[in-house]
């Protein structure tokens, strides 16, 4: 029922594995693990991690794990919520499975959220000033096949795989944020809407949100052939892989190659596209993709 306590893990398997680690060199393993249950969270004055499987996963793999359960969570504050973990980090999310829904919902105002098939938010790679040995975050072979909505009263981003790549302000500018995504597939609507009329609903059928700080991110072979809508809000993007590429740093590399998208894209007012819904990154190499 209600949750109190800002920062803390929920999921069906664990509540963090690897979180508390200092070193950046951890390796945590969950390998062919299967969770059947169902998580449920109401009345939130919080900002836990949440997900099927665990409510953190940083500097690990995850290998041939596969989520049943529906994933559901109402919150006054600030959501992180996925059918598989809340919150990642430097991790290798490999042959993974969501095939529970996942809804995330904030009922209050200025409070973002996020929902998404295998991680809701993607954090930096590393401690600022070790560019040069930050590892990749990396989604490889990984499938959402769980209807995905999310609601709120400010911004709100929902994605198949994942919906929010999260540089913390005070570590920019460092070039610190470094995603792939390899052979991914949703089959899973997926629903974000806002009530506000000055905020941001973005919604991707493999990414949501990649926000500021000096990144890399790759999408290679990812395929979405369900719905993605988003709705409300001031400044609305869909898109049928990447939702909003945001970025305005020239360090910016992002690559969306050799993807796929079969589902509708729509988006109230502003920006919808089968491939990607908004881009203002330098550098993007966007090429032999297929609507």
Not at 223 to 250: D, F, H, L, W
Not at 266 to 287: E, M, Q
């Amino acid at each position: 029922d209600g949750v109190a306590s800002s920062n803390i893990g929920i999921g069906g398997i664990a509540g963090s594995v690897g979180k508390d680690t200092s070193s950046f060199k951890a390796n945590v393993i969950l390998a062919n693990c299967t969770s059947n249950v169902a998580v449920t969270l109401t009345n939130c004055t919080a900002e836990p991690r949440v997900g099927g499987l665990t409510g953190y996963v940083f500097y690990g793999k995850v290998q041939n794990c596969v989520s049943n359960g529906d994933v559901s969570v109402v919150s006054s504050n600030q959501t992180r919520v996925a059918g598989f973990v809340g919150q990642t980090n430097r991790t290798h999310f490999l042959n993974c499975v969501n095939n529970g829904d996942v809804y995330s919902e904030v009922t209050a105002d200025a409070k973002a959220g996020r929902a998404a098939g295998i991680a809701s938010v993607i954090t930096r790679g590393g401690a600022k000033g070790d560019e040069a040995t930050a590892t990749y975050t990396i989604f490889e072979n990984c499938v959402n096949n769980g209807a995905l909505t999310g609601k709120g009263k400010q911004n709100v981003w929902v994605a198949g795989i994942g919906a929010d790549f999260y540089v913390n302000a005070s570590n920019w500018p460092a070039k610190d944020m470094r995603v792939k995504f390899i052979n991914c597939v949703n089959t899973g609507k997926v629903d974000s809407s806002t009530t506000s009329t000055a905020h941001f609903p973005h919604a991707g059928g493999i990414a949501g949100y990649t926000q500021n700080g000096y990144t890399e991110y790759e999408f290679i072979g990812c395929v979405n052939n369900a719905e993605v809508s988003s709705t409300g809000g001031k400044e609305v993007r869909a898109g049928g892989i990447v939702g909003y590429a945001y970025g305005v740093y020239a360090e910016q590399y992002p690559v969306v190659t050799n993807c796929y998208s079969a589902g509708s894209v729509t988006a109230t007012a502003t920006h919808a596209s089968g491939i990607l819904g908004y881009c203002n990154t330098p550098n993007a190499t966007i090429h032999d993709n297929y609507v």
